[in-house]
């Protein structure tokens, strides 16, 4: 197997603020770990379930890609360019957060929490103007093989952002594989699996478990349950 790097979901960082239920795969907040504070220029990834009528207040970000995709629930946006808006499951959100945002985030659902990823990734350009960008995918065209959700290019399928990544969901049956060409000489992919489980080059990954590859060209991945759904992440390893 090629260079690797892996996560099991239990050895995430942690914190329960009552109204937030936080796993961070790389160091964030009070989760400090010097051996995972990113993997190439992906920095945050972050599993949060939000409380009912709860959410992050207006804060600031400069000079970061943020990326939400939604897996539960309703979400609701507002930020300082006047962009006020909900995202849900299907969708992407992205924020070139550049010479700088500010934003909040809530759950406006009173009966059900709302579950989201948050990942940041290191732009290849600073101080950018600030850019904020939704769209609905059809979930179902990522049934059994891998839909393209993120590039660098606008023209593409999915949102973009100011790095060279590409990001891609799918969803599996069982004992459906895929094969997936790394886009860019010199980048890795991580993956992160969403809900049940895969083999990634000879490893088994449960789900939440993480794991990153580089120095190869491709990756092989096989769902080992029913509505298996991963997501990875192609992104450069220098910063």
Do not use: C
């Not at 920095?43 to 890609?65: A, I, K, Y």
């Not at 849900?88 to 070139?96: E, K, L, Y």
């Not at 769209?135 to 993120?150: G, P, W």
């Not at 809900?195 to 993480?210: H, M, N, P, V, Y």
Request: hydrophobic share 35%.
């Amino acid at each position: 197997m090629d260079n690797t790097v892996l996560h099991r979901a239990e050895t995430r960082g942690y914190a329960n603020h009552g109204w937030l239920n936080t796993h961070h795969t790389f160091s964030f907040a009070s989760y400090n770990n010097p051996d995972r504070m990113h993997f190439g220029v992906l920095r945050v990834l972050n599993d949060d379930q939000v409380s009912e009528g709860m959410g992050f207040g207006t804060h600031p970000h400069d000079n970061m890609e943020i990326i939400s995709i939604p897996l539960e629930g309703d979400l609701e946006h507002k930020d300082s360019m006047g962009n006020k808006a909900v995202i849900r499951h299907g969708d992407i959100q992205v924020m070139s957060a550049g010479t700088g945002i500010t934003h909040s985030e809530y759950n406006k659902n009173t009966d059900k929490p709302v579950k989201f990823l948050q990942i940041w990734v290191f732009p290849n350009k600073k101080n950018v103007s600030p850019r904020y960008d939704q769209i609905t995918l059809k979930v179902a065209d990522r049934h059994n093989k891998l839909q393209q959700i993120l590039s660098p290019n606008p023209a593409d399928a999915g949102v973009w952002i100011h790095q060279d990544a590409w990001f891609h969901l799918g969803t599996f049956d069982k004992d459906k594989a895929a094969h997936y060409n790394i886009k860019r000489k010199g980048n890795g992919v991580y993956a992160f699996v969403i809900k049940g489980s895969f083999t990634l080059g000879g490893i088994t990954l449960k789900e939440r478990d993480g794991m990153g590859i580089w120095n190869t060209e491709h990756i092989n991945l096989a769902a080992k349950t029913q509505g298996a759904e991963i997501l990875l992440m192609d992104v450069p390893m220098a910063l």
